[in-house]
Every structure is written in structure tokens, then in C-alpha cells.
């Protein structure tokens, strides 16, 4: 079996660099991708959308429905993993680890004990053994805003640098999957509740494809922000680029959200109760 | 850019791809592949394409390598095979 397929891999792969062969080379001017679309996109896009950056662009405005459907996969795979992982019937509570804040004391207690869940001098601890982390714990205090902020600035600055919808929804679940480590996913999940990350990655969608729906019932094509000129009471142009703010917007809450929702349900296991 | 930058980095990333499709701790394999992903995004960046350097920085590196980690954790750290 692993003969057979190291044999396949080995045939299959020829094949492909094979066919890699005929492509062009790297940056040819003359090939056909940057004969024909690059150049237009490379002319006009500032000229009809005031996006410096040209690759937000065509990502959000010219190839608008591709982002968005990218939006949709990534929305299918968070619910897809709560689908598979997700325990949703009640499980008993069987043997629970509390630490006494001050002493440092750890007690087990058994199925059928009286847990001290209220207590503020007890805190639950995972049921593999985890140390103090004081270190740890105050650097990620510190580090998270920073990083929520650096979020929110990619998204926001997508325009005219790097990033966009993707990658600062990325960062932003970053922050709260790093949040879940350092504490533990119980407070994690305080913070921002399975319900909460479920209903905002269906908002992120929402917003995407309500804006499109927006420019329908303006008038306009699907995903047209010239739309919006109207509404935000600006000049075509610009109404591109704000429309392209918004849509990020939206792929950047979709995207924090379902990696929020992974994390959660591939740590705990699908019981969201004792993670990482 | 300079080429021989870009040869080293070639030859790391085929050492990791291996490295982490044969190492027999997945943990490592997954610490491996978080590496691999790096060196992608260092690929992209000297390519020029800096948006996908960015988003293979992010997605590959970072929060995959994080899933892959919560997976090894949830399941068996060693392989079967």
C-alpha cells in the first residue's frame, strides 16, 4: 500500500511539473495573464474605485462575488466543524480540579461532590495538571489589545497597504485563540460565548451579501458600490472605495469569528469545556 | 532579489515538507509544517505578492499551526503508520 503510493505520488507529480513547463516564465510582460486583464486593472483601478492598493481592489470590487463566495466557504467550515465536533447533550460532571487562589492548594473533587463553582477564593483548573502561570498570563494581558488594534488596522488600512478583510479577521481571532491558551478556553468562552462567535459569523455574511442586495434594490448590479454614491452622499468613485470598507468589515468579522469557533470546538473536543 | 536567498530558502521549505510529512511526532509534524508555511511566506514576499505573504503569515503560520496543535491534543500524538 505505501509502495503503491509512493508510486502514484511519484507519477502524479511528474505529470505536474511536466505541465509546469509550458507555463511562462515568472513576470514575462508578453504572457497571456499580463497581456490582456493586468493592464486594464493596472490602468483603471484608481480611476474607478480610488484604491491605491490594487489587489484590494480586485479582490473586493472587481472580483467581488469570488471574495464573497470565499466568505461563504470559510462561514460552511465553521459550521461544518460545529456539526461534526459539537456535543450538545448535557454530559455528568465527573471529577473537577479546583485551586485555592491563595495557598495554591489543589483539591480533586469527585463525581457527586459539592463543587465550589461560585467561590471566588477557588478557581477551576484543567484536569491535566496546569502550573502557575503568572508570566504568561500578564504578558498575554498586556499583548492582546496590541494585537486586537493591529486587527482592526489591517482591515481598516487595506486600502492603501497589505491586509484586508482576511487577514485582520485572522489576527483578530488570534487574539482571542491566544487569550484561550494563556487563561484557560472556560473564560475564553465567557468573553465571547458560542453563541455570540455563531451569530457573527453569519453577520459578516450578512453584511457582505446585504450590501449587494443593497445596490440591487438601488438599481444597480449585484455588487455595484457605485450604488451607494447616493446613500453615503459622496461621488461614485469614492462610494467604491467606502463599499470596499465595508465589505472587509464584513469578511474581517466572519473570519474572526469562525476561527474562534474552530479553535473552540477542536480544543475542547466539542464539549467546550476543558481546552488547551 | 538575491538569488542565492532564494535557493536556500527552496531548499529549506523541500527539507521541511518532507521533514514533516515523515517525522513520526505529529506534534513536531505540525510544528514543522508551521515553519514550512513560513518559508512560503517568505517565497511570496520576494515574489513580490505581498498581500499572500501576508495572509499565508497569518492563516498558515499562525492560527493553522494553533488547530493542528489543539488536534495533536485532542487525539493521539503518535502516528499510526
Known amino acids: 500500500m505505501k509502495i503503491g503510493g509512493l508510486i502514484l505520488v511519484v507519477i502524479l507529480g511528474s505529470v505536474l511539473i511536466y505541465g509546469s513547463l509550458e507555463f511562462p516564465p515568472w513576470g514575462d510582460p508578453v504572457s497571456p495573464a499580463s497581456s490582456h486583464l493586468s493592464p486594464y486593472y493596472i490602468e483603471t483601478s484608481v480611476e474607478d474605485t480610488s484604491v491605491p492598493n490594487l489587489v484590494t481592489a480586485v479582490l473586493a470590487d472587481y472580483r467581488g462575488y469570488d471574495t464573497m463566495f470565499e466568505t461563504i466557504v470559510i462561514f460552511t467550515a465553521g459550521i461544518g466543524c460545529i456539526f461534526l465536533l459539537r456535543i450538545f447533550r448535557k454530559e455528568e460532571t465527573g471529577t473537577r480540579l479546583y485551586r485555592h487562589i491563595a495557598t495554591g492548594i489543589t483539591l480533586r473533587i469527585e463525581k457527586g461532590g459539592k463543587f465550589p463553582e461560585t467561590s471566588a477564593a477557588f478557581e477551576r483548573i484543567d484536569s491535566v495538571w496546569v502550573p502557575h502561570d503568572l508570566i504568561v498570563k500578564t504578558t498575554c494581558r498586556l499583548i492582546v489589545p496590541f494585537i486586537q488594534i493591529f486587527g482592526l488596522y489591517v482591515i481598516a488600512h487595506g486600502h492603501h497597504s497589505p491586509g484586508g478583510g482576511f487577514q485582520g479577521g485572522v489576527i483578530l481571532g488570534a487574539a482571542m485563540i491566544l487569550y484561550a491558551v494563556a487563561f484557560n478556553l472556560r473564560s475564553a468562552i465567557q468573553r465571547m460565548g458560542e453563541r455570540l462567535t455563531v451569530m457573527l459569523s453569519t453577520l459578516g455574511v450578512f453584511i457582505y451579501a446585504g450590501t449587494g442586495v443593497l445596490c440591487m434594490l438601488l438599481g444597480f448590479n449585484y455588487l455595484d458600490y457605485s450604488a451607494l454614491a447616493s446613500l453615503l452622499g459622496v461621488d461614485p468613485v469614492t462610494a467604491h472605495s467606502h463599499g470596499i470598507l465595508i465589505v472587509e468589515i464584513g469578511v474581517g468579522i466572519a473570519v474572526m469569528a469562525v476561527m474562534v469557533t474552530l479553535y473552540y470546538n477542536l480544543a475542547s473536543a466539542g464539549k467546550h469545556d476543558e481546552g488547551l | ?81
Open chain 2, 1 to 81: 532579489m538575491i538569488w542565492q536567498i532564494e535557493i536556500v530558502i527552496l531548499i529549506i521549505v523541500i527539507i521541511l515538507a518532507i521533514g514533516a510529512l515523515s517525522v513520526k511526532d505529529l506534534l513536531g509534524a505540525a510544528i514543522l509544517f508551521g515553519a514550512y508555511s513560513f518559508m512560503m511566506c517568505l517565497l511570496w514576499a520576494i515574489m513580490g505578492a505581498v498581500d499572500v505573504a501576508f495572509t499565508e503569515a497569518s492563516v498558515g503560520a499562525g492560527v493553522s499551526t494553533v488547530l493542528f496543535v489543539a488536534a495533536v491534543f485532542r487525539t493521539s500524538r503518535r502516528t499510526e503508520d
